[in-house]
């Protein structure tokens, strides 16, 4: 060996070096445009509870409940060992253990029988934190979250059946309802030949002789959580498509008609069964008038479309948080990838679309939350915004895992790493509860039957004029364009992605303006509305303040 070599390090072959840590236990919480929000929109009471929620989300148990959920798969069992036919699914205690915990801290219905203010914010903040777990188990205590203001328009069943719904019991298992400590609820409302389109649905519902009673026979394409103890169905009565409680246990003990054809073989979201059930002589309740279907369940959409926005915003946050939590240890280059330019622009460019989307959510569920509670300007505000939102940010929710994912390398394709968990339940919000289409006509819609939802959205865009030029700049163009198309509906059909995108655009950058850090809204104005961004994560314009933004997205335990 001369004097300038160096020795090479020697290392046994089964040695570990460069690799981060396991990254739990973390705090979910630890987020604050999470926290920052739940304050601004009247659930700052919740915060120590959000918290405390935060920091089991992250813990080595829950997160392995999540991976064992996911892993296990939940197996249907048609009939019994004597052949009765039984249609239960049978899902891995760890399954439970997520529900149990979800439903304990309110993440099923339980702001239906809270009167404070922020009750449904804080829901949804815990949404946010819980959804760092398995996304599957969300289904079920989303649609029970929803089922209520429908249930509504039946009073002597939701006199009944609420109760039990906003409990924070989890209580599993095939029993008369109203014998449980607590319930769920699940929804059957596409069809094969027709999915979003409701109005095509088959099944028949035929009256009996007893008042309000009916009779089902059809076949549901997509039906989630068939194990839950009631649901809502749409069928068509004699007076047209109609909304139908049918319980899985009928009062006298015995069981329903609902035959369980197959669980879906979904490419993510795989802890949750996903079913076809046939309905044969079916017994089934009236929920609101005859041929007033789609009218009793409008409200249940708001609210299954804004859990889609939190459910896409906890997917984006925790990718952002495991890419973190990589380049914090990982080295290359001589260098901690957290300390490279390059890779500290990537993130940067996710915290930003990360804030925007938790951001926007949070004022969502304010606008929910104030709604309810009868405020006439939410109302409007929300019935145009929930749409809004449901379209941009699920729809962000694919890019941004893949590149968090690519921020791990190959080491971020592996199972074990749960990033392509992650990556495969990323599309699933933009497809439930309507796609991206079915959401940007569904603001056309409100635009020209509730002349009132353009001018709440446009007085909230107000709210920051003059704070930024650029933003002022695309609220003055969203105007020009809404005004335009207002006068050509096909045009307006043509654009309206483009639309809807620039709606909800504006919507986030105003909304950052006014309540995130300098650093955050002049990246995202930039960027987003002043058009110095290329076509991937991580090109920020120069001069972006990336480390204002990282030490706010990625503080030391998140």
């Given at each position: 060996?001369?004097?300038?070599?160096?020795?090479?390090?020697?290392?046994?072959?089964?040695?570990?070096?460069?690799?981060?840590?396991?990254?739990?236990?973390?705090?979910?919480?630890?987020?604050?445009?999470?926290?920052?929000?739940?304050?601004?929109?009247?659930?700052?009471?919740?915060?120590?509870?959000?918290?405390?929620?935060?920091?089991?989300?992250?813990?080595?148990?829950?997160?392995?409940?999540?991976?064992?959920?996911?892993?296990?798969?939940?197996?249907?069992?048609?009939?019994?060992?004597?052949?009765?036919?039984?249609?239960?699914?049978?899902?891995?205690?760890?399954?439970?253990?997520?529900?149990?915990?979800?439903?304990?801290?309110?993440?099923?219905?339980?702001?239906?029988?809270?009167?404070?203010?922020?009750?449904?914010?804080?829901?949804?903040?815990?949404?946010?934190?819980?959804?760092?777990?398995?996304?599957?188990?969300?289904?079920?205590?989303?649609?029970?979250?929803?089922?209520?203001?429908?249930?509504?328009?039946?009073?002597?069943?939701?006199?009944?059946?609420?109760?039990?719904?906003?409990?924070?019991?989890?209580d599993p298992g095939l029993r008369i309802p109203t014998?449980?400590?607590?319930?769920?609820?699940?929804?059957?409302?596409?069809?094969?030949?027709?999915?979003?389109?409701?109005?095509?649905?088959?099944?028949?519902?035929?009256?009996?002789?007893?008042?309000?009673?009916?009779?089902?026979?059809?076949?549901?394409?997509?039906?989630?959580?068939?194990?839950?103890?009631?649901?809502?169905?749409?069928?068509?009565?004699?007076?047209?498509?109609?909304?139908?409680?049918?319980?899985?246990?009928?009062?006298?003990?015995?069981?329903?008609?609902?035959?369980?054809?197959?669980?879906?073989?979904?490419?993510?979201?795989?802890?949750?069964?996903?079913?076809?059930?046939?309905?044969?002589?079916?017994?089934?309740?009236?929920?609101?008038?005859?041929?007033?279907?789609?009218?009793?369940?409008?409200?249940?959409?708001?609210?299954?479309?804004?859990?889609?926005?939190?459910?896409?915003?906890?997917?984006?946050?925790?990718?952002?948080?495991?890419?973190?939590?990589?380049?914090?240890?990982?080295?290359?280059?001589?260098?901690?990838?957290?300390?490279?330019?390059?890779?500290?622009?990537?993130?940067?460019?996710?915290?930003?679309?990360?804030?925007?989307?938790?951001?926007?959510?949070?004022?969502?569920?304010?606008?929910?939350?104030?709604?309810?509670?009868?405020?006439?300007?939410?109302?409007?505000?929300?019935?145009?915004?929930?749409?809004?939102?449901k379209y941009w940010v699920t729809k962000r929710a694919?890019?941004?895992?893949?590149?968090?994912?690519?921020?791990?390398?190959?080491?971020?394709?592996?199972?074990?790493?749960?990033?392509?968990?992650?990556?495969?339940?990323?599309?699933?919000?933009?497809?439930?509860?309507?796609?991206?289409?079915?959401?940007?006509?569904?603001?056309?819609?409100?635009?020209?039957?509730?002349?009132?939802?353009?001018?709440?959205?446009?007085?909230?865009?107000?709210?920051?004029?003059?704070?930024?030029?650029?933003?002022?700049?695309?609220?003055?163009?969203?105007?020009?364009?809404?005004?335009?198309?207002?006068?050509?509906?096909?045009?307006?059909?043509?654009?309206?992605?483009?639309?809807?995108?620039?709606?909800?655009?504006?919507?986030?950058?105003?909304?950052?303006?006014?309540?995130?850090?300098?650093?955050?809204?002049?990246?995202?104005?930039?960027?987003?509305?002043?058009?110095?961004?290329?076509?991937?994560?991580?090109?920020?314009?120069?001069?972006?303040?990336?480390?204002?933004?990282?030490?706010?997205?990625?503080?030391?335990?998140?």
């Open positions: 060996m001369t004097a300038t070599q160096q020795p090479v390090p020697q290392y046994a072959t089964h040695e570990v070096a460069n690799q981060p840590p396991p990254h739990s236990p973390y705090d979910a919480s630890a987020d604050a445009a999470l926290l920052e929000g739940l304050r601004r929109e009247e659930a700052g009471w919740a915060e120590q509870d959000i918290r405390r929620f935060g920091e089991l989300a992250g813990s080595e148990e829950a997160q392995l409940w999540a991976e064992q959920a996911n892993t296990n798969e939940p197996v249907l069992r048609t009939v019994d060992r004597y052949g009765n036919r039984v249609d239960e699914v049978d899902f891995h205690p760890a399954w439970h253990h997520l529900m149990r915990v979800a439903i304990a801290e309110g993440g099923a219905a339980a702001p239906w029988a809270d009167g404070r203010p922020g009750a449904h914010v804080a829901r949804f903040a815990g949404s946010l934190v819980w959804g760092h777990t398995e996304a599957g188990h969300g289904c079920p205590l989303s649609m029970t979250y929803a089922v209520i203001p429908a249930l509504r328009h039946q009073p002597d069943l939701a006199a009944v059946y609420e109760p039990l719904l906003t409990s924070r019991v989890y014998t449980k400590r607590g319930i769920l609820a699940g929804m059957g409302m596409t069809e094969k030949q027709g999915g979003s389109d409701v109005r095509t649905n088959s099944t028949v519902a035929t009256p009996t002789s007893e008042d309000g009673v009916y009779t089902l026979r059809g076949h549901k394409w997509f039906t989630s959580a068939p194990t839950c103890d009631l649901f809502l169905v749409l069928a068509q009565a004699p007076g047209g498509l109609s909304c139908f409680l049918v319980p899985r246990i009928l009062p006298d003990g015995t069981r329903n008609t609902f035959r369980i054809t197959r669980l879906k073989d979904k490419l993510g979201n795989r802890s949750n069964a996903s079913s076809e059930p046939e309905f044969d002589g079916t017994v089934a309740w009236l929920v609101g008038p005859e041929g007033r279907g789609v009218k009793t369940i409008i409200e249940m959409v708001n609210c299954t479309r804004l859990d889609c926005v939190a459910g896409s915003s906890a997917t984006i946050r925790k990718s952002l948080v495991e890419a973190g939590h990589h380049v914090r240890y990982r080295s290359a280059f001589g260098a901690k990838l957290i300390d490279q330019p390059l890779m500290r622009g990537v993130l940067a460019d996710l915290a930003v679309e990360s804030e925007a989307a938790t951001t926007l959510g949070l004022r969502l569920a304010g606008a929910a939350d104030r709604a309810i509670r009868g405020d006439e300007g939410e109302q409007a505000f929300r019935r145009i915004a929930t749409a809004i939102g694919p890019a941004f895992t893949a590149e968090a994912l690519e921020c791990l390398g190959g080491n971020g394709y592996v199972e074990e790493s749960g990033m392509p968990r992650l990556y495969r339940e990323a599309p699933l919000n933009s497809i439930w509860e309507g796609s991206g289409n079915v959401n940007a006509l569904d603001v056309l819609r409100a635009l020209a039957k509730e002349p009132g939802t353009a001018q709440a959205l446009m007085t909230e865009l107000s709210l920051a004029h003059g704070a930024d030029s650029r933003l002022d700049a695309a609220v003055t163009r969203l105007g020009t364009d809404l005004a335009a198309l207002a006068a050509d509906p096909d045009r307006a059909q043509r654009q309206a992605r483009r639309m809807v995108e620039l709606m909800a655009l504006t919507l986030q950058g105003s909304l950052l303006v006014r309540h995130a850090p300098a650093a955050v809204a002049d990246a995202f104005c930039a960027s987003r509305l002043g058009g110095d961004w290329g076509h991937a994560f991580g090109t920020l314009p120069e001069g972006t303040d990336i480390t204002g933004i990282l030490e706010r997205a990625l503080p030391e335990g998140s």
